[in-house]
């Protein structure tokens, strides 16, 4: 259940620490401050929605353990996926299933913000029915 109120006040938080930047780029404040930034968004993210573990595993099975944007195929006994997000935390995106992506490590770390929905590209191109 989504609260408002608890939603404002996280933006508030977040709106505060972004007026606020450290500006030494490379010193151990401007790291805190940085992963403070992270943090708060990824709160918000959480508040706006969430998955379950059962939601996440079902997208990783749906998909066979295959990175949605390279095609890389996780040895799902060994390691799973990462989750990618198709509209990023940064952007103001959700940590519900729907805006989750399975993606192997080297994808998660290159793929920026670029915002491209990855997994609906597989799904036509696997001709997977969504509900």
């Given at each position: 259940?989504?609260?408002?109120?608890?939603?404002?006040?996280?933006?508030?938080?977040?709106?505060?620490?972004?007026?606020?930047?450290?500006?030494?780029?490379?010193?151990?404040?401007?790291?805190?401050?940085?992963?403070?930034?992270?943090?708060?968004?990824?709160?918000?993210?959480?508040?706006?929605?969430?998955?379950?573990?059962?939601?996440?595993?079902?997208?990783?099975?749906?998909?066979?353990?295959?990175?949605?944007?390279?095609?890389?195929?996780?040895?799902?006994?060994?390691?799973?996926?990462?989750?990618?997000?198709?509209?990023?935390?940064?952007?103001?995106?959700?940590?519900?299933?729907?805006?989750?992506?399975?993606?192997?490590?080297?994808c998660t770390r290159t793929k920026n913000q670029e915002g491209i929905n990855w997994l609906a590209t597989w799904r036509r191109s696997n001709r997977v029915m969504t509900p």
């Amino acid at each position: 259940m989504i609260n408002p109120a608890l939603i404002a006040h996280l933006e508030g938080k977040l709106q505060a620490l972004v007026d606020n930047p450290v500006d030494k780029v490379g010193t151990p404040e401007h790291t805190r401050w940085q992963n403070s930034v992270r943090r708060a968004r990824l709160s918000l993210a959480r508040a706006k929605g969430s998955h379950t573990t059962a939601e996440w595993n079902a997208l990783v099975a749906e998909t066979a353990g295959i990175c949605v944007r390279c095609g890389y195929q996780h040895d799902l006994n060994v390691e799973k996926p990462c989750k990618g997000y198709i509209l990023p935390i940064a952007a103001g995106g959700t940590n519900e299933i729907g805006n989750l992506m399975p993606l192997c490590l080297r994808c998660t770390r290159t793929k920026n913000q670029e915002g491209i929905n990855w997994l609906a590209t597989w799904r036509r191109s696997n001709r997977v029915m969504t509900p």
